[in-house]
């Protein structure tokens, strides 16, 4: 009974990877990153995607294949799409479709990357129209057992009331979470690993970019992509925000690098993260 009991015990320890969910800090690739090399080969490109070590992506559309064939080239590679994009078009009149498409890939989040605006002029009904809307998705979203996320750009960020216009958004998000791009906060002239740390539930994924040194901000959630550095390299405290996300069980940390470098920047960056999360 007792070799039985042991034998038991030992396949019950190698089963609980196969049984647990996901563990946090999964590296992920936001596939923007590589969005002209896509126009060249798209199975090439995702296969090196597996190459670097990454199986989780976020998605950049089917590249003209039917979402069929697009999810058996993902399989063929063994890669997951963990996150979809849903314009705020789609998530305002029809979130259920999006919400079918995530399904069909697998993939646990939506997100909504940008709220109609005209630039430079996001105000206060920009805002709170955006909240409405994504509330109402979100509800959908979270009842199909999905997560929706607005992605802010920096735009967000102007002053109202006693804060700012994303400070009313975060406030008043009851049914939708959000993907903090690290970069664009920064560009807002904002201090992302400060808002991680004011509200660690409320950021599943994180974009993780850096900023070259020196790089003015913005206001309206533009700027230079040539600014994006390989991670740690600079003026982002991108090691300190990978420890926070970490110890508030963030679930992805998405890379992207939207430079004309992002192919020999990608792999530079994927080991600053493992450096970090490995101590």
């Excluded at 560009?187 to 660690?200: N, S």
């Amino acid at each position: 009974m007792k070799k039985f009991a042991a034998v038991w015990y030992v396949w019950l320890l190698s089963s609980i990877p196969f049984i647990l969910p996901l563990q946090a800090q999964e590296i992920a690739l936001q596939l923007y990153s590589l969005r002209e090399q896509m126009k060249m080969d798209v199975e090439r490109y995702h296969e090196i995607i597996s190459q670097w070590g990454i199986r989780y992506i976020e998605g950049g559309g089917t590249y003209g294949m039917s979402e069929k064939k697009y999810k058996q080239l993902l399989e063929k590679y063994n890669l997951q799409l963990v996150s979809v994009g849903g314009t705020f078009e789609e998530m305002r009149d029809n979130p259920q479709a999006v919400i079918d498409r995530a399904k069909f890939f697998g993939a646990n989040y939506i997100v909504t990357f940008w709220i109609p605006h005209t630039s430079g002029n996001f105000g206060e009904a920009d805002a709170k129209k955006a909240v409405s809307v994504f509330n109402k998705a979100g509800k959908m979203v979270k009842e199909a057992g999905l997560t929706f996320c607005y992605h802010p750009h920096g735009y967000e960020f102007t002053d109202y009331g006693e804060g700012t216009l994303f400070d009313y958004m975060i406030e008043n998000a009851e049914d939708f979470d959000f993907e903090m791009d690290v970069f664009w906060v920064k560009m807002a002239g904002a201090d992302p690993l400060a808002i991680l740390e004011a509200h660690p539930e409320k950021f599943p994924l994180l974009h993780l970019k850096d900023r070259k040194k020196g790089t003015s901000g913005t206001s309206d959630g533009t700027g230079d992509v040539e600014s994006n550095v390989v991670l740690g390299n600079g003026d982002i405290d991108v090691e300190g925000i990978i420890r926070q996300a970490k110890k508030a069980g963030t679930d992805f940390l998405i890379i992207e690098d939207e430079s004309s470098r992002s192919v020999a920047q990608i792999p530079q960056s994927i080991y600053f993260i493992r450096s970090i999360l490995d101590q």
